[in-house]
């Protein structure tokens, strides 16, 4: 019983990622922007190549690399984090 309380517990002192509720308080982040935050989370960790061609799965037309990688850097700094190889994953919050 102790045991079960424990995992509980801790479960709540690791926040998942907190992109989604922020993304609801901010309104300078464009429908872009929020493709690409959903790509990221369904495939993370995912290098910017990759997020171009789901989102070009996704909506039938082609993207630049260059223009996602603008995106990732200024207006989803806040939500995302790049590993040594180049790949973007959601950044975790509280640990």
């Known amino acids: 019983m102790q045991l079960n309380s424990q995992i509980v517990n801790t ?3 690791f926040t998942n990622y907190n992109a989604t509720k922020e993304l609801e308080s901010h309104s300078y982040l464009t429908e872009f922007d929020e493709e690409i935050l959903e790509v990221v989370t369904v495939h993370q960790p995912i ?43 959601l950044r975790y919050q509280g640990i």
């Open 47 to 89: 290098m910017t190549m990759y997020i171009a061609s789901q989102l070009a799965l996704k909506n039938k037309r082609t993207y630049n690399i260059m223009d996602i990688n603008s995106r990732l850097f200024t207006a989803l700094a806040n939500y995302i984090t790049q590993d040594k190889t180049c790949r973007w994953s």
């Open 11 to 13: 479960s709540h002192t």
